[in-house]
T-cell receptor, first 117, second 110 residues
């Protein structure tokens, strides 16, 4: 299984809602990532989990709250979002080279298209 | 910017021609990866080149890395209409930061 799955595919939410994005992989990858991509722009790294621990937070506002309940699952909890947070949210995973803090190729999910009204 | 530049921003060629995209960066890297994104297949990894490698091939793809010039290039030979996509170079720098370049939009005309 070389697939990263993301649910839901589309999400529309109001600024007062609380929602969660989910990501799952069964490739044994121990690094998982959240990216945000606006239209016609490259993906921007938000968070990195290594061995189920948050290793990188790229100064993301606290209205985005990541969670890694186990090595296969990654969640992104959303609360009190703004319309400018509307974007494609991509999850990815990769192996971590043993003994070296560097990463291999990333496998991306299809993304969740989020619209904040 | 920290992430460097990609050029060209857009490239339009005929089927069968070769396409070359370039990527520059400013800080030292652990590795450099190239990805393709189109609406049909999402974001897909193409090739990874480590900082101690100079050239790598995968099918119709050839990647070079010149760490002295802090630049990389991706060559796609014998292009096909299905190669139409955005191509990104992704730099992994010290501290395991992963940064996408702005991308090159490639259009291959049948």
């Amino acid at each position: 299984d070389t697939e990263v799955t993301q649910t839901p595919k589309h999400l529309v939410m109001g600024m007062t809602n609380k929602k969660s994005l989910k990501c799952e992989q069964h490739m044994g990858h121990r690094a998982m990532y959240w990216y945000k991509q606006k239209a016609k722009k490259p993906p921007e790294l938000m968070f990195v989990y290594s061995y189920e621990k948050l290793s990188i937070n790229e100064s993301v506002p606290s209205r985005f709250s990541p969670e890694c309940p186990n090595s296969s699952l990654l969640n992104l909890h959303l609360h009190a979002l703004q319309p400018e947070d509307s974007a494609l949210y991509l999850c990815a995973s990769s192996h971590i080279l043993a003994g070296v803090r560097t990463y291999n190729e990333q496998f991306f999910g299809p993304g969740t298209r989020l619209t904040v009204l | 910017s920290q992430q460097g530049e990609e050029d060209p921003q857009a490239l339009s060629i005929q089927e069968g021609e070769n396409a070359t995209m370039n990527c520059s960066y400013k800080t030292s890297i652990n590795n450099l990866q190239w990805y393709r994104q189109n609406s049909g297949r999402g974001l897909v990894h193409l090739i990874l080149i480590r900082s101690n490698e100079r050239e790598k091939h995968s099918g119709r793809l050839r990647v070079t890395l010149d760490t002295s010039k802090k630049s990389s290039s991706l060559l796609i030979t014998a292009s096909r209409a299905a190669d139409t996509a955005s191509y990104f170079c992704v730099k992994e720098t010290s501290g395991s930061r992963l940064t996408f370049g702005e991308g090159t939009q490639l259009t291959v005309n049948p």
